[in-house]
Every structure is written in C-alpha cells, then in structure tokens.
C-alpha cells in the first residue's frame, strides 16, 4: 500500500484516522501538545520525540546514560564506515570551564534558554575520506544520521534534547579545539524538559506547547519522478 499522497488533506485533514495496511483504523490522542499527529503509524518513539527548550536545571544526566546515547549514534550507518562524526561534551556539574566556554559561542538568543539544560555537546565531521584524504561528500549527512540515532535513543531514556545552528562556529572551534581535518556542525543541549514558564522569550514560552506541523508525505514523496 501506497502512503496516502494527502493532496486532499481537506476531506479529512493531517489528523483525520488512517486505515493501515492491516486494516486498523488508529489515531490515539497525544499525550503531550507537541507529540506528533501522524497521518500514518509511525513508531512510539518517533511519535514523541520533540525539541524544547526549557529545561529542569536541577536534574543531571547520568553517566550510564550520556554512555547510551554515543552508543547508539556509533551504530548509525555511514558512507564506506567512515565514521565521521565526533562529539565534544561539556557538562555544568563536571567540566563547567569548558561548558562555558563552549555555551559563550551560542547567540545570545540561545543562551536565554539553552543554558539551564545540563549537557551542552558540539557536533564535528571529518570532511575528508582517512586512508585517501579525498573529500567525503556524504560526512555531512552521516553526521546527521548518528544525532538522530542519539536523539532516538534519547527520546527512549526520557531525555529531551534541542539542536542548534545558532552559534558562532569559530568560537566554537577554539573553544573545543577542534583539528582543521574537522568542522563544526551543530550544538546540541542535553537534559530534561522543564517548566515552559520559567522561559524568559515570550514567543519561546509560546511555541513550547504549541502543535507541531508538517508538510503532508505527499507534498515530499513522488512516484517515479518529481511532478511537472
């Protein structure tokens, strides 16, 4: 069975029910605002998985865990296993020089919020291939698939998490000390999701219990090739 182009949204909208492929109508009510209305069955973990941005600055992430999260982005799969990401973590309780170090790099925008979670990470990918040095033009887009095994993951362990292209990347650099073999590619905070009130942006109090929204599938899936 086909996913349902969703060209005709108006009959039954993003969050009309579906009839899967085995017959069962389902469209459960989510649990949290931001939990995903999807048209179709999609994974539990997929479902909730959402970025806030305020964060419960009294709750640490352990140890075990953070060890879960790198665990599951080393399964992610890449061009030739070439492995290209890297992961710079800073915590406040632990490293707080280099915490703050590295947050100093973030828009002021971002640090409004960003620094009350506990675990602030840098995201670097190796541009070039090792055993011949030639580029890897695939390193950006296996980076991207190990965070998204890491945000999985994290999802699974009750963590939330929120990426960032806000930030100064040379700073960034030099805070983390990154070779010139690497590239800095996003920041990513690491906690528990807190109390939207305590965010001092009204907007980001705002869009924190706010509906999420997607293009429909078929607005981005064609059959056999782009439309005219």
């Not at 840098?122 to 945000?151: C, M, P």
């Not at 994290?154 to 650099?173: C, K, N, P, V």
Request: hydrophobic share 40%; proline share 8%.
């Amino acid at each position: 069975m086909r996913p349902r182009g969703d060209h005709n949204a108006g009959a039954g909208g993003a969050n009309a029910p579906l009839l899967d492929v085995e017959g069962f109508t389902s469209m459960a009510e989510p649990e949290h605002p931001k939990h995903a209305r999807p048209d179709h069955e999609i994974l539990d973990l997929i479902q909730r998985r959402w970025s806030p941005r305020a964060f419960d600055p009294s709750r640490d992430v352990p140890d075990t865990d953070l060890g879960r999260l790198f665990e599951a982005a080393r399964w992610a799969p890449s061009s030739g296993n070439e492995q290209p990401w890297r992961f710079v973590v800073t915590t406040r309780r632990e490293t707080p020089e280099a915490f703050e170090e590295l947050a100093r790099s973030m828009t002021a925008r971002n640090q409004a919020w960003a620094l009350a979670a506990p675990v602030l990470m840098l995201v670097a990918v190796r541009t070039t291939i090792e055993k011949s040095g030639s580029e890897n033009q695939h390193a950006w887009y296996d980076a991207g698939q190990a965070v998204a095994f890491l945000t999985l993951q994290a999802t699974e362990l009750g963590l939330s998490l929120r990426q960032m292209a806000g930030f100064d990347h040379a700073r960034a650099r030099a805070a983390c000390r990154i070779p010139e073999l690497f590239e800095p590619v996003v920041l990513i905070v690491v906690g528990y999701a807190g109390d939207p009130g305590g965010l001092t942006v009204p907007i980001h109090r705002e869009t924190e219990v706010q509906p999420r929204v997607r293009r429909p599938v078929g607005d981005f899936v064609y059959w056999g090739r782009f439309p005219a």
